[in-house]
C-alpha cells in the first residue's frame, strides 16, 4: 500500500457487480475525535448489492458526483488517532458507517471514522468474524429497541428470517426482553435455529402478539400479527400502514460504539452467532456481490483489502 494512498471499491455508473471499481483514493490524517482504521475485514451486505446495482439511487438517497464508496461493516486496527481520543495506534476495532450519499465505505484498506462510533475488539475475536457484526447485530438490537420489552399479555414474538443475518440475532437477543421467540425459516436450518434457543416453524399461522420481519416479508408478515400487537420490519422506506390497531415501524441501523462493544462480547462468547462463509480479497469483490446475489449462503462474504 503506498503511504499516500489507499484502495477502495467505488461504483461511479451503479449496474450490478461488473460496475464496481478498485480506485486510488489520498489518506487524509483523522480530525478532532476520529480514527483512521487499517481494515483488516469487511462483510458484505445485501444493501451494497442494492447501492452496486443504483437501487438507492434511483430513491434518491445518493447524490454523489463522481462515484460512492462501498461497504458498511469493518474491522481492522488504529492507524491513526486525531485530537481528543484515547485509542492507541495498533488497538483493535471494530464499527460500522451509515447513510448512503457518501463517497467512502469499509470495502477499503483504511477508512476514518467516529471513535465513538467503535467498539474494541476481544482478544478471543478474530477480526474476520468480527466484521461480521456491527451493521446486523446494531440493527438486531435496534429492532428490539423499537419493539421493546414483552408485555405481561402477551410475548409471542415471530422472527422472520430467522436463520439470517438480522433473524438469527434477533431471536439470540430477544429473550433478555422476555420474548418468547419461534423463528419462521426454511427446513434445513431448523438445527441452526434451534441452537438460538428458539422454537421454529416453516409455516406460520396468524395470531402472533409481535413479528420482527427479518425477511421483509413486508404486508405478509404483518398479516401474521394479531389485532393491537406489534410489527418491526428492516424496511424503513417502506413501512406497512397501520392496520387492525397494530404498531408498525422499521429499524433504521446507525453507529452505537457502547453497543457494539457488548454485541461483540456476546460473540466471542459463543452467545451471539457468527458465520463466516467465504474470505476473498479486494480485488474479488465482484465474485463476493455475485455469490450474496445468488442466496442459498448460511455465512457472510467477507472483503480483506
Known amino acids: 500500500m503506498s503511504t499516500t494512498t489507499y484502495r477502495a471499491a467505488v461504483v461511479r455508473s451503479p449496474e450490478g457487480p461488473e460496475s464496481i471499481e478498485v480506485i486510488d483514493r489520498p489518506i487524509t490524517g483523522p480530525g478532532p475525535g476520529q480514527i483512521r482504521v487499517r481494515v ?35 474491522a481492522g486496527t488504529v492507524a491513526a488517532a486525531g485530537p481528543g481520543v484515547n485509542l492507541a495506534v495498533g488497538t483493535r476495532v471494530a464499527g460500522m458507517i451509515d447513510g448512503f450519499d457518501r463517497d467512502y465505505g469499509t470495502y477499503a484498506e483504511q477508512v476514518t471514522v467516529t471513535a465513538a462510533d467503535v467498539a474494541v475488539v476481544p482478544d478471543e475475536l478474530d ?5 461480521t457484526v456491527p451493521l446486523n447485530g446494531l440493527a438486531a438490537a435496534q429492532l428490539l429497541d423499537l419493539l421493546g420489552d414483552a408485555p405481561a399479555g402477551g410475548n409471542r414474538l415471530l422472527v422472520t428470517g430467522a436463520a439470517g443475518a438480522v433473524g438469527g440475532y434477533v431471536a439470540a437477543l430477544a429473550p433478555d426482553r422476555g420474548w418468547r421467540v419461534t423463528g419462521l425459516a426454511r427446513p434445513e436450518d431448523e438445527k441452526f435455529v434451534r441452537g ?73 462468547n459463543g452467545l451471539l452467532p457468527t458465520r463466516v462463509a467465504a474470505v476473498l480479497p479486494l480485488d474479488q469483490v465482484a465474485d463476493a456481490h455475485r455469490a450474496v446475489a445468488a442466496g442459498g449462503i448460511r455465512g457472510r462474504q467477507v472483503l480483506t483489502p
Open 127 to 131: 477480526l474476520i468474524t468480527a466484521s
Open 196 to 268: 438460538l434457543g428458539a422454537e421454529f416453524t416453516t409455516h406460520a399461522g396468524g395470531g402472533w402478539d409481535a413479528v420482527a420481519d427479518g425477511a421483509a416479508m413486508q404486508d405478509q408478515a404483518l398479516a401474521l400479527v394479531r389485532d393491537g400487537g406489534v410489527f418491526v420490519g428492516v424496511r424503513p422506506n417502506a413501512v406497512p400502514a397501520p392496520e387492525r390497531g397494530i404498531a408498525t415501524t422499521a429499524v433504521v441501523s446507525h453507529p452505537d460504539g457502547a453497543r457494539l462493544s457488548d454485541l461483540l462480547a456476546l460473540a466471542a
Open 40 to 74: 483488516a475485514a469487511a462483510a458484505v451486505n445485501p444493501v451494497d448489492l442494492g447501492v452496486a446495482s443504483g437501487f438507492f439511487h434511483g430513491l434518491g438517497l445518493v447524490h454523489q458526483p463522481e462515484y460512492t464508496g462501498l461497504g458498511w461493516d469493518f
